[in-house]
T-cell receptor
Framework: NAGVMQNPRHLVRRRGQEARLRCSPMKGHSHVYWYRQLPEEGLKFMVYLQKENIIDESGMPKERFSAEFPKEGPSILRIQQVVRGDSAAYFC?????????????FGDGTRLSIL | AQSVTQLDSHVSVSEGTPVLLRCNYSSSYSPSLFWYVQHPNKGLQLLLKYTSAATLVKGINGFEAEFKKSETSFHLTKPSAHMSDAAEYFCVVTLYSSASKIIFGSGTRLSIRP
């Protein structure tokens, strides 16, 4: 029973390149959440998606960042024209239902480094 | 508005002694509260959750937490620390019916002295 799978685990990009982070939720989970964690800080909510729908993107930067969760395949967090400040750990979580009393299950994260 | 405050950024205890990690929250509605643990270079693992049932919640690895509405606290405790407990711990509050409004505390790093 695989958990939340994120890949790659580590990603290095140069300034101006694009970064694509993938997340496959747990089996049976249709709700996906993306978080960003800066060094020595907690997680900051970015976006909440269900299959083919963005439910809440209030935590997403207005530019360069986008997310999708297609009907088939993993959820993708895409960062265009990366800058040094995008260096962080990005975590994906999934849950079986939309209500907040359901715990989220987390992947091991993608550590993005910008040169 | 809701918020969560972890009162200690770093706690150090000796192996075999009790652990107390403090968390206070602020919420206009009945909150759901969680504690997660994060080991280095890993994701977050759920330790326990409170969702308006029993106020004393037992979790994995011997941890437990007590929801005290009058004090707006949800402190995490363990009677006897083990070396493997060294990690970062996050207190999380969510607003029921709004799955995306999830607030993480800034974390408490727990160190265990031999």
């Amino acid at each position: 029973n695989a958990g939340v799978m994120q890949n790659p685990r580590h990603l290095v990009r140069r300034r101006g390149q694009e970064a694509r982070l993938r997340c496959s939720p747990m089996k049976g989970h249709s709700h996906v959440y993306w978080y960003r964690q800066l060094p020595e800080e907690g997680l900051k909510f970015m976006v909440y998606l269900q299959k083919e729908n963005i439910i809440d993107e209030s935590g997403m930067p207005k530019e360069r960042f986008s997310a999708e969760f297609p009907k088939e395949g993993p959820s993708i967090l895409r960062i265009q024209q990366v800058v040094r400040g995008d260096s962080a750990a990005y975590f994906c979580a999934s849950s079986p239902a939309e209500y907040s009393n359901q715990p989220q299950h987390f992947g091991d994260g993608t550590r993005l480094s910008i040169l | 508005a809701q918020s969560v405050t972890q009162l200690d950024s770093h706690v150090s205890v000796s192996e075999g002694t009790p652990v107390l990690l403090r968390c206070n929250y602020s919420s206009s509605y009945s909150p759901s509260l969680f504690w997660y643990v994060q080991h280095p270079n890993k994701g977050l693992q759920l330790l326990l959750k409170y969702t308006s049932a029993a106020t004393l919640v037992k979790g994995i690895n011997g941890f437990e937490a007590e929801f005290k509405k009058s004090e707006t606290s949800f402190h995490l405790t363990k009677p006897s620390a083990h070396m493997s407990d060294a990690a970062e711990y996050f207190c999380v509050v969510t607003l029921y019916s709004s799955a995306s409004k999830i607030i993480f505390g800034s974390g408490t790093r727990l160190s265990i002295r031999p």
